[in-house]
């Protein structure tokens, strides 16, 4: 872990009692707290049953990306979990003064946490956590990734949204096994696929696939967490004269494809070099182009 | 909340720094805490990812019903997620000094919280929360159960271990978000069913179902957790001469059964009185021998 290194600069810790609108006692929203002290009782819910909803934002030499989309996505997770709704405004300055009161370095990484709170309490608990990113430089010029059944069909939030189809929860149990057994397999991560047969996503990132002069990406319809770092790219790409679309695809779609990507807003463009045993062409400028894009630097 | 009413008993809060074995440092394997108290850092890995393992012991007049197989359970689960193997001594002394220390009530619950700990750290955190259980007596004469989809099939555990099914883990937000759905169509809890039309377990509860002198309960094969409650009822149940076993059931299999129950260590046999819009018979008789059993009184 990065974090564990000597000279990596000190987290910073906020936490957010405003996070659902003003706290009732008048204090102030947000204040910094101790990173390295116990912040959390064992009876708030995201303990007892993950029960909370998360959004990490990169933040590059100081500038945080798509902080209005990851917000957005708070959002939505909050309306899915029927949650309270998180105070917009209230976020954005709670983000800003955790980045501010960070180090400067190259790579932030802000993590928003908003959970069910304590039991019986019906208030969510929240706080924003800010850290040196880890070092993602290898994972950025290609991955081995392997595709693993999700379990579940791409119908999934027509028919039974209690299952929290494209909800960014903190209920991630599956999610970081599934990493595991992609490493397993001599992989860097794993491509989620739906019973039906269609890809979906990974396990914490967003897939993006080039066929021609067209990029697609999962609909949101089929379950997966509406991308913040795809639509970035999408609007660069279609103003670059590309066709951009969110359109169902199969392993094989995707094997035979002329590049595809899992993003993440920390991670960034990570070109699929290997999907299962199919080689995929990895196109490094424009990876090179996405990065620009992912960090604020395009 | 039965834990806000003021003359509710405090609850008791045990820190098991031993809960893999001995800790390296020689400190004692556990510890009383302040309940009230933050003790958990923002970077538990159960905080960040739902990513840990419980079991919940019922504890009635003092006595302690079924630690063995919950400690069973609560090891099968920590294979399923490869976290290293709960040390079991440590957690029976542990949970014995965790009853001791609590004032003398009729129904206590005993949770034991099995992290993969900090970030980074490669050690888990455990703790073990002890106080007074909510009152379940109206749940136990009988309730409405509406059926919803698990979205997954029952051969998952064969296909697709990933997925963690059988893992009582705290990664529970889709069985809180369940429990809401089943709530707002007016039940009092659900009944989930597999992609392949197999009744499978409730949130939170394992399925009994009686079929004139046969006993039938959800396969673990079929991904449900294995029950502590229905395992203490089936060896009862052969003592005086019924059939027990498991075996995939579908819904109109319960629907047309002789009886239903929904069984928890703390809230024991709820027998179901309405599946979805059908009636149930109810034995209010053997319920109380079931409630007997299950608290250690018969």
């Not at 739906?194 to 396990?203: M, N, R």
């Not at 400028?285 to 395009?298: D, I, P």
Request: with cysteine; charged share 20%; net charge negative.
């Amino acid at each position: 872990m990065t974090s564990s290194l000597p000279d990596t600069p000190a987290p910073v810790l906020l936490l957010v009692p405003g996070a659902a609108g003003a706290p009732s006692d008048g204090t102030a929203p947000f204040h910094l707290a101790d990173p390295t002290a116990p912040q959390l009782k064992v009876t708030d819910l995201v303990v007892t049953r993950g029960d909370g909803i998360f959004e990490t934002v990169g933040v590059f030499d100081g500038t945080p990306v798509n902080v209005g989309p990851h917000l957005d996505r708070l959002a939505r997770s909050a309306f899915l979990l029927e949650l309270p709704a998180p105070h917009r405004e209230t976020l954005v300055a709670a983000i800003d003064a955790a980045i501010e009161a960070h180090t400067d370095v190259a790579e932030l990484s802000v993590r928003i946490m908003y959970t069910r709170g304590l039991e019986g309490a019906g208030a969510p608990t929240c706080w924003i956590h800010a850290r040196t990113a880890d070092d993602w430089t290898a994972y950025r010029s290609g991955i081995r990734v392997v595709t693993l059944d999700r379990g579940l069909s791409t119908t999934v939030p027509e028919t039974s949204p209690w299952l929290l189809p494209g909800a960014k929860t903190l209920s991630y149990a599956v999610n970081m096994a599934a990493g595991r057994e992609a490493k397993r397999r001599g992989a860097a991560d794993c491509l989620f696929v739906a019973t039906d047969g269609y890809v979906l996503e990974g396990p914490t990132s967003t897939l993006l696939v080039r066929q021609g002069d067209t990029f697609t990406t999962t609909p949101v319809s089929a379950g997966v967490l509406p991308g913040t770092c795809v639509n970035t790219l999408f609007a660069d790409l279609q103003r670059a004269g590309h066709q951009v679309r969110e359109h169902l695809m199969t392993v094989a779609d995707v094997a035979g494809s002329d590049g595809a990507w899992l993003l993440s807003s920390t991670r960034l463009a990570a070109p699929i070099s290997q999907l299962d045993d199919t080689d995929l062409p990895v196109d490094l400028e424009l990876t090179k182009r996405f990065e620009a894009l992912l960090t604020g630097k395009a």
